[in-house]
């Protein structure tokens, strides 16, 4: 069964809005772009791929809203974005992205999106933050036409309940010379 809203809220603290996030069987969250042969021993992970989304700000005032995407590997933090801000109100969004990360390197391990929204108030204080997962994905081989869908071979989308998200893999092995 599909998930109706895959997006997992991490934590929050002060004044914040939940972003809109579509992340859902139908509209993937994150989309895994491979440089070759998904599922098989030699696939590597060319680049993640958040689609663009919005918030609003918890002000009648338009107020900066900020976002960073951090890309976990195996659970910790592997990269993280540079701050973008963009102003909203309660009336009005900000979007952000669509965000990319890209490697060139061959990369083994499972990979996990989080979204981060910091909310500052009309002086420019930080106000409240909002962390949040994203947990349905496709996978995609960078130079073929057609995209593996989910419930594919070498499909990474796992998703039945708030402990097993999805994620990106990459079991990358080098020949082995004779």
Known sequence: MAPADAFT???SQGTFYEPNVVDESSSPGALCVYRDAVGTADDTLAQIRVPKFFTHAPYQRKT????????????????????????????EVAFFGPTTWKTNRDLTGQ?????????????????????????????KLGAAA?????????DA????????????????APPVMP
């Open 157 to 172: 989308w796992d998703y039945t309940d708030a402990s097993t998200p999805g994620h990106c893999t990459a079991v990358y």
């Open 9 to 11: 809220k991490l934590d």
């Open 111 to 139: 990979y996990r999106v989080v979204l981060k929204l910091t909310y500052y108030n009309p002086k420019g204080k930080v106000k409240g933050t909002y962390r949040g997962r994203i947990d349905v994905y496709n996978q």
């Open 146 to 154: 057609a995209s593996h869908t989910l419930g594919d071979p070498g």
């Open 64 to 91: 900066w809203v900020g976002y960073q995407m951090t890309v976990l590997r195996n659970g910790r933090p592997h990269f993280t974005t540079k701050l973008v801000k963009a102003k909203a109100n309660l009336e």
